[in-house]
Nanobody, 118 residues
Framework: QVQLVESGGGLVQAGGSLRLSCAAS????????IGWYRQVPGKQRELVAT???????KYADSVKGRFTISRDNAKNTVYLQMNSLKPEDTAVYYC????????????WGQGTQVTVSS
């Protein structure tokens, strides 16, 4: 199994920056895709950014040019650098991974709150 633990959320003013971290443990070597989703109360969870060894990073249109996903394989950690934050970026951000141990599985972190004040 894969366990994911996020950190780095908080309160920031509009135009500011935050960096989220997601540390993977367990069978982290089996991870194929890893990235970030976010969710606002009353709305569906939406993809923010994902990365894999087989393809270029993918971003939601709403964050392109402002957010950057990166992966440090030595630390088993994925980062989300968020710049030029907007109030509409306020959400709970979840780390997500798809991994294969025989069958394919999904793993989710517990979530970290990001609040952007106007």
């Amino acid at each position: 199994q894969v366990q994911l633990v996020e950190s780095g959320g908080g309160l920031v003013q509009a135009g500011g920056s935050l960096r989220l971290s997601c540390a993977a443990s367990g069978s982290h070597f089996s991870i194929d895709v890893i990235g970030w989703y976010r969710q606002v109360p009353g709305k569906q969870r939406e993809l923010v950014a994902t990365t894999s060894s087989a393809s270029s990073p993918k971003y939601a249109d709403s964050v392109k040019g402002r957010f950057t996903i990166s992966r440090d394989n030595a630390k088993n950690t994925v980062y989300l650098q968020m710049n030029s934050l907007k109030p509409e970026d306020t959400a709970v951000y979840y780390c997500y991974a798809t991994y294969r141990l025989g069958s394919w599985y999904n793993a989710w972190g517990q979530g970290t709150q990001v609040t952007v004040s106007s």
